[in-house]
């Protein structure tokens, strides 16, 4: 990252970098410094008090659609706007928590719920899924048991490196890329590289990962990216359209509502939730897209990307009263969120050599209109072609 | 809460307001601001280097009786002084700890004794008690056991939202008013509203909470006030006044003690400490007053609350020699401070419904002069009338 | 400590006093300010951003000769410079970590390597070596089992009193005083009194730490400093110099390379460390002095202490590839890094009576070029004297 450089018809600000000692506390660029013909911002500041205090947020408006990065928060998106309409959810956990109020160990390993209220949080680096015990190599060489804790440590990990980017050039993106090391002496060592992007007017934002094993030995890394929608996109009759290799239900109760897993229904008093572990068809590329769309077609979000990257998709219907948090969440990852040590069973736990980079992308969009929404039907309907879902009436294995 | 507002004859200033991005680091308000005819001062400052490091404090100081509140620790009161005397007690741990620094879950739930050293701590609102084990509710509808840590976690939350206000009118009040969350997603939502208020020149701090379940779901609250006094008003011979209906040790080594359960002794070295759980008598609108007073009866404390709001009341003797912190606990308490499970299995746990709102008053004061605590040692006697203290010799069940 | 004197011919300046409520963010003083002829410099400052955000570092030049303390985290050194060399290590761990971020607990005791990587951090001083289970005695004065946490919890403990100190007579000491406590209500109350000084020009930096009891009981403590080199100091062929009174390795893994205990391998893959529990010799007035020299006996560092006050000495042989900390640690102790109830059973841990105190001494020094090094292996030489080192092939009992 270079520090206030005009480089490649970019205009760059490093606003952390704590090895080179650098930090921004406030800062602020926008149409009025730089003129792209177009009414965008990007504002850097720092909360102050409650739980709050202390945690750097950097929002971000392209003129349409607007968000809020979260470099404290391991550069997770609180939430966003798009012309207008409310992008996220209402979790009871109202303000963005700084990591320090988070013991991700509390309550056998579900502190992590203590902080979640995200649009847009990752899960992982080292684990993700439900807490559970696993076996770690100490510093003996011994085999040790340890608690994974609740969706592992990535979302409550500063960032070590921030930084703002505006292209020169059309379509004048708008970046932020940021750095999250997740690591110790005799334990992991993975980097979090990210560049969350978007352009002038844009209805899309594009998250861009490359996760390295910093190690000299092979180790284990997992990620999942919980995508969280509440009101407009979700209420009664809402529904997830997506190209469907095959749905299982993640226990008993989620089976109950195995025929209607793809139909929300209205906030219902002491919902428990539901979770469909779900293989997607992709296109040629293995791309693939699955979209939550309200009843009438009017108001859509759609989450794309790469099945070669993030093969598993995870649907979580949370359809409980507002209070409790009205949400859907659309969760692709490197596997299901079951504990990790499953999942290692399954072969679903990717092993990056010494140096190697796990690569994602994620294309966050929304659609507002019944033409845009019917044009990502059929965008759908067209990878779906002609395979035959199969959905699974109890929970595999 | 309104922002540096004059409306009902009261100057308003809001000094935190998380979700409205306000924070006030630094801030002060005096007679020289606003006459109101007599010394009085109100400062919002924040503290900076070691364990206090990040804690803010406000100052509130009525002419003739000034304390601490502490916002970073859930509006608990740090210490007073009322004419030149000292109000709290002194702990081993001198200064106030940021809860950054603490861990409740240290030392099998024990976290809690690393920052214990204010005047008046509320223990809650989750559980209040020993650490022990408990069942909840996870996301899955499933039953977990969990550690509950010693006295709960409300004394280790930021508030959230903090008020300064100042009447403007007889007898002018000098107020703080805080909102204190304990939320977690799939966990409780209780909402702290505390109000902390004096009047210029009165011996006397009034705490009014209401502490509301914000969930669509009953759920369960415990509250107790522990509040602690060292010398002067704890010295060899200071007693416990108070309309007394019954008395139990909590285990045998205060059954030793139970004789003079109401006398205080020197400091002792070694001294294990004992605890006295007490039903009080109430006056025809169910309030109550328990009265510590020194020897002399020169110099007293009392707590006066409302029986129907806090049924139970425990003494916490610790006379131990001073560096271990000499001090005794009056504490007004919506039960005893046993393990949750087992207050609940002595129907001592209050139920809340959705939205429901559990209201407590406190009314601390301080009494100088044989004449003043020979008055209110009527007031207890006239409480007490004709019933008969029951004294358990040993622990009930 | 005074703030801003010049009593007793030095300048002091108090960069933290908790209970005065003093805290300098920033500050400076050298050559500039306070001529002493030479160029020296002692820089305050706080960390902004990432896993470091709000650590206290003092950076300390004396022309020669730079050091960075570490308020923050215990008083500890994070690492230093002689004549442009570097000395401590490289910690997979880059960046100075915030104990607001460090869990001690987590891992079953392990949080404590997630914020490794001081060329200098004490262990200590409830207790120190690996986690384990061990019995306290609670507020009801019964035993309570617990987790004792790897290698303890003062190196993740602010300071509370900081202040720097320049001598204004030859030789001219810069010496930062340092004041931490590890302390709770009914559990240990231990006072760390610090002093890091050098002179100006010297090779040398010398701690003096006072640990004191400050409980009505006795109580245990424990103390170790982890001195920890790499490069350039640590390369293939390396050798450990010391006055060898017995070694012992401390496992079966230990044993492997007992023969060749004392000398170093370059860089290897997977190395799983070694450790060596050693018992040097004294000279008349029980100092010692342990030397880590390069193959060519051109660049070596040492650290020098009495026997008295820090009996056992452990070396940590961690010759794994860069990346994964290639680092040798020089470890003076009141004990070896066992788990504390193990170090009980042999005689290892000292009590300390009420107000009793524990003084330590460690002088660190760099040399540079053959002749330097030449007389330090005489002096160890010396204190060797007739001795005859006893090599244990496997682990005592």
């Known amino acids: 990252m270079n520090n206030h450089t005009l480089g490649e018809k970019a205009f760059r600000k490093v606003l952390t970098d704590v090895s080179r000692s650098i930090y921004v506390e406030k800062w602020e660029i926008s149409n009025e410094n730089l003129e792209l013909g177009h009414d ?20 971000v408006n392209n003129g349409a659609f607007s968000y809020t990065l979260v470099p404290t928060r391991g550069m997770g998106i609180w939430k966003g706007s798009y012309k207008g309409t409310y992008i996220g959810w209402n979790s009871p956990v109202n303000d963005l928590v700084h990591p320090k ?18 649009w847009v949080v990752r899960c992982g680096l080292g684990n993700f899924g439900g807490p559970g015990r696993d076996v770690i190599i100490d510093n003996n060489g011994n085999q040790k ?19 703002a980017k505006v292209d020169l050039k059309e379509p004048f ?29 844009s209805n899309t934002v594009r998250i861009v990962d490359e996760i390295t094993n910093l190690r000299a030995a092979s180790d284990e890394m997992q990620i999942l990216y919980h995508c969280n929608y509440g009101p407009p996109f979700l209420t009664e009759g809402s529904r997830l359209i997506a190209p ?37 068809v992709g296109d040629t590329n293995g791309w693939t897209t699955a979209m939550l769309t309200n009843k009438d077609e009017t108001q859509a979000v759609s989450v794309s990307f790469s099945l070669r990257q993030l093969p598993y998709f995870t649907l979580w219907k949370n359809t409980n009263i507002p209070e409790e948090g009205y949400v859907v969440g ?13 999942e290692r069973q399954m072969n679903r736990v990717p092993t990056l050599k010494p140096k190697e980079t796990y ?37 595999l294995r």
Do not use: C
């Open 330 to 342: 659309l969760e692709p990852g490197t596997g299901y969120p079951n504990p990790k040590a499953y």
């Open 244 to 280: 469907i290799m095959e749905v299982a239900p993640n226990n008993q109760r989620s089976a109950e509502g195995v025929k209607e897993y793809d139909i929300f229904g209205p906030p219902q008093d002491g919902f428990v939730e539901q979770v469909y572990f779900i293989r997607l």
């Open 145 to 163: 048991e340890i608690m994974l804790t609740l969706h592992g440590k990535i979302a409550n990990i500063p960032a070590s490196q921030v930084e």
């Open 173 to 201: 993106g708008l970046t932020v890329n940021g750095v999250v090391y997740e690591r110790s002496m005799f334990g992991s060592n993975l980097k979090l590289k990210t560049s969350t992007s978007t352009t002038l007017g």
């Open 101 to 118: 109020f988070i013991n991700l160990e509390a309550h056998e390993g579900l502190g992590w719920l203590d902080g979640f209220n995200e």
């Open 40 to 59: 965008w911002q990007i504002t850097k500041r720092r909360l102050s008090g409650g739980l709050s205090d202390g945690v750097d947020v950097i929002d």
């Open 359 to 395: 690569r994602t992308e994620l294309v966050l969009s929304v659609h507002l209109g019944k033409d845009e929404i019917q044009e990502m039907k059929e965008k759908i309907a067209k990878i779906q072609g002609k395979i035959k879902p199969k959905i699974n009436q109890t929970p």
